[in-house]
């Protein structure tokens, strides 16, 4: 009978046996999921003790391989409950709470109001780095606004069974809920609007570092013109980017399309007669510019109607398409209204 050996914390397992540690448990992880796809695990799953000896194997190898399988989405884990085959726990205990995870900026915005409408009891915290996991066993169901939510706390939500929503962003690694304004859609649809109307010198006005106005532009470019030049710039550029010859500007956010308007004021350079100004995104009811938009009612509902779904056991990803407002911002290039002599401002009319 082989003894147990205790280790000093200097003497922990390295190199070789730490890979055949990292092997033994990558093993156990596949035997696991081969006996979910192959139906011999189900329902509920026996507990870690009776499991470990199934698989001769200790209980803290199982319980990483059952917590990975968890995130992945395979398995529903719940402290009190047990461990679950994805789909077949009992319905959570309804009447739990709501937790909205945001920046604190967004603490008083409109989707936030509309949520607690549905949920009166629902809670806001802005650092999750705070909170103790106590406090999250209270509620059913998380509701991610924040651009910066750790990794590791999506898979501690995971692993407790707790619904989870990403508003505007994409899962990344865990298996959860989203809710997602289909931005790429939104601007290829403008940017082809804008290119059928003669436009053929363009400019994407976006944040540092994100370019999914100018990528989604070209792509569209490079489908309805061999010609076409897209550029990037940030609004205080836009005066001497319109003197560089671009005609139409095309906004990643309701914010930056009321900045672009703002510079055109000033350099007095009129929209639409002499370039247009287009923009995508989420918004309250009045835009600055004419685009395509979803208003934060939409998103609420979509967030209510996934955590509401009872029937849905699969995570889910609501991609929202948002619909075509005319702000009339929006003309053929100053060049060809002056050809045709057109003086009038009338804005383009709706194609999308």
Known sequence: MDQAVSRSPSEEPSGQDAMSLSYKFQRLREKLREGIASGELVGKLPGERTLAKRFHVNAKTLSKALTDLAAEGLLDRSIGRGTYVKGSAPAPVIGKRWLVVCEPRQVNWEIVDLLRASQPDLETVTDVASLRPSFLNQFSAVIDLAKETPDSFIRDLV???????????????????????????????????????????????????????????RQTADRFSSNAVVNSCFPQDVPAMVENGVTAFVCHCVNLAAEVKTQLDKAGIPVPRRVSVAAVGSTPDHQPASGIFINRAEKATAIVQLLKDQQSSRPTTIWLAGQFIDRGTLAPPYGEMMLDDQTSEEPLQQTV
């Open 159 to 217: 692993v407790r069974n707790v619904s989870v929503v990403l508003v505007g962003k994409e899962p990344k690694i865990y298996s959860t809920h989203a809710v997602v304004f289909d931005g790429p859609l939104a601007v290829s649809q403008i940017g082809r609007k804008l290119l059928l109307a003669g436009h053929r010198t363009l400019a994407a006005v976006e944040p540092p570092q994100c370019s999914v106005v100018s990528d989604n532009l």
